[in-house]
């Protein structure tokens, strides 16, 4: 009998990406432990998201809450060398890239714990970004890696990792997002923010763009000039509040700003929007499923495949009105769907951890 799968989460997109693999391999008999590193530990943007999403209860919390990158990525050594010592995995799975993903690959390379890595191989190549830096050193360290798009694969080629370690696999957070579309109800999302007309959802948290006064107060200057013209919503993460805050951002009346909302709440208010601005990365993937045009506030991004096809476009402040009011003239994206992004991304995934498991000299003895 192979000791228990652990999967290692930490913030609201390691969720969604989690669920239809822990689904999957449930289905497949496994044993499983959930350990939740509390890097998002307010409710809303943490506890509602396994209900939502129908994970199981967390086996345990550590309680990491916020913190600098080094004290955040060492809170979670720490909770997880003693998780792994107490509870020795078959495999520990670890998602994305935020610093609980980094902080569980140096516990477990250490330990000798076999590391999996689900969306493995992104690369912005922007090393101002804490997330660069957790992906690729995370992919140094782990021994299965599932990609999410062939230039991921190509990514990891290039950086020596093996090829029997790397695995086309998908994308799980379209599984997730194609198994809720039944639920997802954007005239509730209207008729709970009081949005009569067209609207844009902002999602604004990256450092670049909400921690510095200026920059902050550039941006807002951008968002009330595309208010100007259209109601803006933006669920505001608590990063950058205060900065953005203090920059004048409720002083146009057609800005309203709302705090965390859960999955099924944000993606109905996406599902019914014109447009959506965002640095985030999920964003931009859910965003090209659901056909909503997207202008990502970045210089660079992790998921190229979203501007190759066509449904995001990478802005400044600058450009950001026009850019925003011409994607709310222009109308859905109509292009393709990138390869795999089909609903099976989970199963894919427990099948080649199952084989992996099984196989002689796998992840442990039966």
Request: hydrophobic share 40%; aromatic share 4%; glycine share 10%.
């Amino acid at each position: 009998m192979h000791a228990p799968i652990t999967h290692v989460l930490g913030a609201r997109p390691n969720f969604v990406k989690a669920a239809p693999v822990i689904r999957a391999l449930a289905g497949l008999g496994h044993e499983q432990r959930v350990v939740h590193t509390g890097q998002h530990y307010d409710e809303r943007m943490s506890d509602v998201f396994f209900v939502q999403l129908g994970l199981p209860e967390p086996d345990v919390n550590l309680g990491v809450g916020s913190g600098s990158q080094a004290r955040q990525t060492a809170e979670v050594m720490i909770g997880m060398e003693q998780e792994f010592t107490e509870n020795s995995p078959s495999v520990a799975v670890l998602y994305g890239d935020v610093n609980s993903t980094l902080g569980a690959a140096l516990a477990g390379a250490k330990l000798g714990v076999p590391l999996a890595h689900v969306e493995a191989g992104l690369r912005s190549f922007d090393d101002t970004m804490p997330e660069e830096i957790n992906r690729r050193l995370t992919d140094q360290l782990c021994g299965l890696l599932f990609a999410t798009s062939p230039e991921a694969v190509g990514h990891l080629a290039r950086e020596g990792r093996p090829v029997s370690s790397v695995h086309l696999v998908g994308n799980p957070m379209i599984d997730t997002l194609l198994a809720s579309l039944g639920k997802f109800d954007d005239r509730a999302a209207r008729a709970a923010h009081g949005l009569t007309g067209r609207y844009v959802v902002a999602t604004l948290h990256r450092p670049g763009n909400v921690d510095d006064p200026e920059t902050a107060a550039r941006l807002v200057r951008a968002l009330h000039e595309v208010a100007a013209e259209v109601d803006v919503i933006i669920p505001l993460h608590p990063r950058g509040r205060a900065t953005l805050t203090a920059a004048g951002l409720l002083g146009e009346p057609r800005v309203r700003v709302v705090d965390p909302l859960g999955y099924l709440e944000f993606m109905s208010l996406v599902r019914g929007a014109a447009a959506i601005i965002t640095d985030s990365g999920g964003v931009q993937e859910e965003t090209t499923l659901l056909r909503v045009p997207c202008l990502t506030l970045r210089p660079s991004t992790e998921r190229p495949i979203t501007i190759t096809s066509g449904s995001n476009r990478l802005v400044t402040t600058r450009d950001l009105a026009a850019a925003v009011l011409k994607a709310c003239d222009d109308g859905p994206y109509a292009g393709e769907l990138p390869p795999l992004w089909d609903g099976k991304a989970g199963p894919r995934i427990a099948r080649i951890l199952t084989g992996w498991l099984n196989a002689p000299g796998g992840g442990g003895d039966d």
